[in-house]
């Protein structure tokens, strides 16, 4: 298994629905680690198959769902970097966190 790669909206609309009725966290936007990161180059976004979709606010030809000033490399949890990919339940958009966070994950066959 490995964290998922999202790759279009309709996938990304069912893991946020499919998280959402399972999970309620215990904050106001529940949120789940998904298989992204820039921990290699800061900047440089990438799945966990080794596609790169986002370099320094640029498109790389694949789907993104951002949410509105995201990434921005704070992390509201912990301190230190955020570099790994979230998704939030509540609507299914992305934001940076760290990688030290207490979330769950969605996971995949390789």
Do not use: H
């Not at 596609?51 to 769902?65: D, H, Y």
């Not at 951002?66 to 979230?86: F, H, K, Q, R, Y």
């Amino acid at each position: 298994m490995t964290l998922v790669v999202i790759e279009d909206q309709a996938e990304n609309d069912w893991i946020a629905k499919a998280l959402s009725e399972r999970y309620k966290g215990d904050s106001d936007s529940p949120r789940a680690f998904i298989g992204a990161n820039d921990v290699t180059t800061e900047g440089e976004w990438r799945w966990a198959n080794g596609n790169t979709f986002w370099r320094n606010g640029a498109v790389i030809g694949q789907f993104i769902n951002w949410s509105v000033g995201e990434p921005n490399d704070e992390s509201p949890m912990s301190v230190g970097a955020a570099d790994c990919l979230t998704i939030f339940l509540l609507d299914g958009t992305w934001a940076d966190l760290s990688c030290d966070a207490e979330l769950p994950y969605v996971c995949e066959p390789r």
